[in-house]
T-cell receptor, first 112, second 114 residues
């Protein structure tokens, strides 16, 4: 039972354009969401988070949007840079459990 | 601050052999997690410790996997005997609080079972 889904395994975007990575979840009890970035041979690194009391959170070039009614979140990267090329995982948690459920990841390639 | 340390980085073993992985979390981080990431999949939680107590091990295959966190600091994850399907990256992570702002992951141990 995949509670967190990233339906696009890969995405290619031209440098300077917007990258939009999507994530869907099925468990309505999830109330904290994160995005992680992973480079080859490294562990995932935290990128940005959002709690269910918000619908948007920005940090520099990265913005996460949460649509609770659709059980959907997205990560926008503007402008995209070649260094953003990595695998991006979304993760969700129900507060009180203190554990995140991860999606399967989307490989982003930013073309110079 | 120093990151989460894991060793070894790579391990190749034959099926039915045993293997152990080590993790040293960030100093002061009470919560420690072991995740398994199979190629093409997202990380899957195996076990979660709060200090030296197990909080959640519901997805740990207990017939072959074991983990301990002595003195609430570093941790070891063991597989005995290994199966081909155990080939994966084993990630250790730690968090200071209850994980609301994410964890810090180590670089992982890539296990290949042949």
């Amino acid at each position: 039972d995949q509670q967190v889904k990233q339906n696009s395994p890969s995405l290619s975007v031209q440098e300077g354009r917007i990258s939009i990575l999507n994530c869907d979840y099925t468990n309505s009890m999830f109330d904290y969401f994160l995005w992680y970035k992973k480079y080859p041979a490294e562990g995932p690194t935290f990128l940005i988070s959002i709690s269910s009391i918000k619908d948007k959170n920005e940090d520099g070039r990265f913005t996460v949007f949460l649509n609770k009614s659709a059980k959907h979140l997205s990560l926008h990267i503007v402008p995209s840079q070649p260094g953003d090329s990595a695998v991006y995982f979304c993760a969700a948690m129900t507060s009180g459990t203190y554990k995140y459920i991860f999606g399967t990841g989307t490989r982003l390639k930013v073309l110079a | 601050e120093a990151g989460v340390a894991q060793s070894p980085r790579y391990k190749i073993i034959e099926k039915r052999q045993s293997v152990a992985f080590w993790c040293n979390p960030i100093s002061g981080h009470a919560t420690l997690y072991w995740y398994q990431q199979i190629l093409g999949q997202g990380p899957k939680l195996l076990i979660q410790f709060q200090n030296n107590g197990v909080v959640d091990d519901s997805q740990l295959p207990k017939d072959r996997f074991s983990a301990e966190r002595l003195k609430g600091v570093d941790s070891t994850l063991k597989i005995q005997p290994a199966k081909l399907e155990d080939s994966a990256v084993y990630l250790c992570a730690s968090s200071r609080d209850k994980g609301y702002y994410g964890y810090t992951f180590g670089s992982g141990t890539r296990l290949t079972v042949v």
